[in-house]
């Protein structure tokens, strides 16, 4: 998937010093809210401060759905959007609520989603 090749080069130049964590560490205040009360806390330390556990966030976009996403709290609530719209693009964002690392790792439209409903998983 091309976005997780954009994260790895992100987090490579980071680590070369060529970012610096104010560049990388950027999620805006809602993302953090929305990650600390729905996000599905991962296995995985985050790339950056090395300690939290990452978080995945789910957010749907499309016509009649707020500008910046609807976040998703459940993979029941996604299966049903997916369901019953066709035109809804859905979005997995990694995020570090202790450092503010985020990265776009999947987007996906309603058709793939009512094949595979998982977008909680790697
Ligand atoms: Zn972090």
New binding site residues.
């Given amino acids: 998937m091309e976005y997780r090749l954009a994260r790895d080069s992100v987090v490579r130049e980071y680590r070369r010093g060529r970012l610096s964590k104010l560049d990388v560490?950027d999620a805006q205040p809602e993302l953090l809210r929305v990650a600390r009360n729905l996000g599905w806390v991962t296995e995985s330390?985050?790339?950056?401060?090395?300690?939290?556990k990452?978080v995945h966030v789910s957010f749907a976009f499309g016509p009649r759905l707020p500008a910046g996403g609807r976040p998703l709290t459940s993979r029941a609530e996604l299966a049903s959007m997916a369901r019953s719209r066709d035109e809804v693009d859905f979005y997995v964002i990694e995020v570090?609520?202790?450092?503010?690392?985020n990265h776009l790792l999947r987007r996906f439209d309603a058709r793939v989603a009512r094949r595979r409903p998982k977008p909680f998983r790697r």
């Fill in positions: 560490c330390a985050c790339p950056i401060c090395e300690v939290a990452l570090c609520v202790e450092c503010g690392w």
